[in-house]
């Protein structure tokens, strides 16, 4: 008899889920478009939304009124266009192809040119309602203010010129240049809206909002400045299922390399969740899980599918309980020593985002 591969949706659930809190990811884009005063709030969800998920995020932002949506890659318009019209979609990366030119024109999505050569094949290729980048000191993409006056910036129906800042978390002298190199560019290019705030540049005041702010990481729960945490809920929420719950006896070891040795008798669980998840090896001996309101230490190295958690303390936890992971992005970014960004965007496509 034939043996079929079984239908993916057959599977069983996933040992390992997501929790999108909407209501809180709805909030914080309320609040960041309040805070954005007469500019109004977009919403960067590049790289799946920073890994939380396009089709779990992009819906509760729609229905909560963002109408602009900020992705890097070409490939990463379908999914967007599955949720809100492509017009209110802008490509980062600009055409670099022609591919990527016909793509655009066929679709609708708006390219972001960064470059007069950008500018020129998205001409060559008809052209129509494109996003213009202004580098204004960051000197990673854009068009250098000293090219804003060549020809072929006249020639485009910019609908939106933005800019992007390379110190908004710090309270650096670089934020005002920026500000006022951007106020030069907009004398003297013609766009219908203008753009330079993302989450952090929000908290920077007024002269930053323009037209249009372009958050991301704070809408996903991130607190690039402290006085954002006065109104930036906590979103996702990581969950771990346990594997197995074993006994370590005193002078036992746990896990690779046997980095942590039992100075007591200790129950530990064999949780769901390692670095091929994005659960770096950095959370080795840092991690923090929690059950029912105690909260368990991770022991050991993690490894790739699996970390060890001390549940000691919780005499009745057994296999398939599920485990809360900490994520906190603050706490989790000053423990594990990654960035806020990369504490979202590092979660693997093996959650099942809910
Ligand atoms: C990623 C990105 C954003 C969002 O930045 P956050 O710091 O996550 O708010 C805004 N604008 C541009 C051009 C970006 O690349």
């Known amino acids: 008899m034939p043996i079929l591969p079984p239908d993916p949706a057959a599977a069983p659930a996933a040992p390992l889920r997501l929790c999108i809190d909407k209501d809180a990811l709805a909030a914080n884009w309320r609040a960041l478009d309040r805070a954005s005063g007469t500019g109004k709030a977009g919403a960067a969800v590049k790289a799946n939304a920073y890994s939380l998920g396009v089709p779990q995020v992009v819906p509760v932002l729609r229905d909560a009124g963002c109408a602009d949506w900020f992705v890097a890659h070409w490939q990463e318009v379908p999914g967007v266009m599955a949720h809100v019209p492509a017009g209110e979609i802008s490509v980062l990366h600009g055409p670099v192809t022609m591919d990527e030119v016909a793509f655009a024109r066929e679709c609708g999505a708006r390219p972001v040119l960064n470059t007069l050569e950008q500018a020129a094949r998205w001409i060559e290729g008809g052209g129509g309602t494109c996003d213009l980048m202004i580098d204004t000191g960051m000197n990673r993409l854009g068009v250098s203010l000293k090219d804003l006056g060549d020809p072929l910036i006249a ?6 010129a933005m800019s992007h800042m390379a110190s908004a978390d710090e309270d650096a002298p670089k934020n005002a240049q920026q500000l006022g190199r951007f106020r030069e560019a907009r004398a003297s290019v013609k766009a219908r809206r203008f753009s330079l705030a993302n989450s952090a540049a929000i908290a920077l005041g007024p002269d930053y909002h323009f037209d249009l702010t372009r958050p991301g990481l704070s809408l996903y729960g991130g607190i690039p400045r402290r006085e954002m945490s006065a109104f930036i ?5 990581p969950q771990a299922a346990v594997l197995q719950v074993r006994r370590v006896m005193p002078g036992e070891t746990v896990g690779y390399n046997a980095t942590f040795q039992a100075t007591r008798e200790m129950r530990v669980a064999i949780v769901s969740v ?3 998840d994005g ?12 059950f029912e309101g105690a909260a368990l230490p991770a022991i050991g190295r993690v490894s790739m599918d699996m970390t060890a958690v001390d549940v000691s303390d919780v005499p009745t936890l057994r296999e398939g309980d599920w485990l809360g992971i900490e994520y906190d992005p603050v706490w989790a970014s000053r423990t594990s020593g990654l960035s806020q960004y990369e504490i979202f965007t590092v979660l693997g496509s093996r959650f099942s985002r809910r």
Do not use: N, P
């Not at 659960?279 to 929690?290: N, Q, T, V």
């Open 274 to 276: 390692g670095y091929a």
């Open 155 to 160: 020639r485009l129906d910019v609908d939106c």
């Open 233 to 237: 809920r906590q979103v996702a929420f």
């Open 279 to 290: 659960y770096l090896r950095a959370w080795s001996d840092k991690g923090r899980f929690s």
